[in-house]
């Protein structure tokens, strides 16, 4: 599965970003992905986790974000974003989007991962 994410860019705080990310590759690759994810990482910090979202559309948020960002899926166009609204400068980082999968190898093991799309860089001035 690739996963390509867009949507980055400079914004003044107080001010919005909608960030996407779609997901490629064959069907069963596609239909094995449960969670999708955004992380982010600023620097000199750890990836954390911003929010996630399940195929049926249950939603996470981290704390410090709750209420300012909005997880969406659209499963048939295997696309997920993240509407990031009152942006802080401490939301600045680079963002990633990840997607976790559970298939079957053709040996009949099950396999649990996470993809990772490229991160994409959101500043907020202050």
């Known amino acids: 599965v690739q996963l390509q994410a867009s949507g980055g860019g400079l914004v003044q705080a107080g001010g919005s970003l909608r960030l996407s990310c779609a997901a490629s590759?064959?069907?069963?690759?596609?239909?094995?992905?449960?969670?999708m994810e955004w992380y982010r990482q600023a620097p000199g910090k750890q990836r954390e986790l911003v929010a996630d979202?399940?195929?049926?559309?249950?939603?996470k948020y981290a704390e410090s974000v709750k209420g300012r960002f909005t997880i969406s899926r659209d499963n048939a166009k295997n696309t997920v974003s993240l509407q990031m609204n009152s942006l802080k400068s401490d939301d600045t980082a680079v963002y990633y989007c990840?997607?976790?999968?559970?298939?079957?190898?053709?040996?009949?093991?099950?396999?649990?991962?996470?993809?990772w799309g490229q991160g994409t860089q959101v500043t907020v001035s202050s």
């Open positions: 990840a997607a976790d999968y559970v298939e079957t190898s053709p040996s009949g093991e099950i396999v649990a991962g996470r993809h």
């Open positions: 590759g064959s069907i069963s690759s596609i239909n094995s992905i449960r969670v």
């Open positions: 979202i399940s195929r049926g559309g249950s939603t």
